[in-house]
């Protein structure tokens, strides 16, 4: 199994209640639901206020190399990052559990 781990910081000026990062928020936390090789899914805003935390996380889980390709090429995974792309930057961790 593969644990899938993206952390997103918002670009400055952006915050949370823009409505385009609650948009983003709510269309990836639908992904879950939606992308067959999922295994795990979840996502929520970090509680944390010191300054080195990213803002927002997904943690997931697949079945192996194969099954990351498809869910990152994934049509719906895709419309998610076109939507974080405009507000944001991300840092991704994939590794073996």
Known sequence: MIRHL?????NDGVGRDDPRVV??????R???????????WEC???ISD?????????????????????YVEHPAHQ?????WREFSTWVIADYEV
């Not at 419309?79 to 939507?83: D, G, K, Q």
């Open 23 to 28: 948009e983003g928020a709510e269309a990836f």
């Open 30 to 40: 639908a992904l879950g639901g939606r992308i067959e090789e999922l295994r795990f």
């Open 79 to 83: 419309a998610c990052v076109a939507l």
């Open 50 to 70: 010191r300054p080195i935390a990213y803002d927002f996380a997904i943690n997931s889980a697949v079945d192996d190399t194969d099954a990351l390709r498809r």
């Open 6 to 10: 993206v952390l997103f910081k918002l």
């Open 44 to 46: 929520a805003w970090n």
